[in-house]
C-alpha cells in the first residue's frame, strides 16, 4: 500500500455506515429504537467523509508548501476518522443484532468490519 493511500475498504465502509444509517431510520419505529443511535452514526460518517476529503485536497496540491505543511497531519485525522467509523458501525451492528432477525442483518452485513482495528 502506498503511504499516502487511503486504506483499500473505505469506500465499503462508508457504503455499509449508509446502509446502516437507512436502515436504523426506517426500522427505528417497529424496534423502538432512540434516534441517538442513528445520530451517532451519521455523525461519524459526517466525520470521517470531511476527514477524507480534507486530506484528498491537501493530497491533491501536494506541490504547494501550504499544502505539504498540512499534509500530514490531514493524513492522520483521515486514519483516525475512518478507524472511529469503524468502531462504530461495529458498535451499531452489535446493538442491532439484539434486535433483527439474522437474516435481515445478514442482508445489510456482507462486509467484515472487524478488519484493521
Known amino acids: 500500500m502506498k503511504m499516502n493511500a487511503l486504506p483499500a ?7 455499509l455506515a449508509e446502509d446502516i444509517a437507512a436502515l436504523l431510520d ?11 443511535l442513528e445520530a ?3 455523525a461519524s460518517i459526517a466525520a470521517a467523509a470531511f476527514a477524507i476529503n480534507t486530506y ?4 491533491a ?23 472511529q467509523l469503524r468502531r462504530r458501525v ?7 443484532r439484539r434486535y433483527l432477525k ?3 442483518l445478514k442482508s445489510v452485513t ?6 484493521n482495528r
Open 102 to 104: 439474522d437474516q435481515e
Open 9 to 15: 475498504d473505505t469506500a465499503e465502509l462508508l457504503a
Open 26 to 36: 426506517e426500522k427505528r419505529e417497529v424496534l423502538e429504537l432512540s434516534i441517538d
Open 61 to 83: 496540491d501536494r506541490k504547494s508548501p501550504e499544502a505539504k505543511r498540512h499534509l500530514p497531519e490531514a493524513k492522520r485525522r483521515c486514519d483516525h476518522s475512518i478507524k
Open 56 to 59: 484528498l485536497a491537501a493530497l
Open 40 to 42: 451517532l452514526l451519521r
Open 90 to 96: 461495529s458498535r451499531t451492528i452489535l446493538q442491532l
Open 110 to 115: 456482507q462486509y467484515d468490519v472487524a478488519r
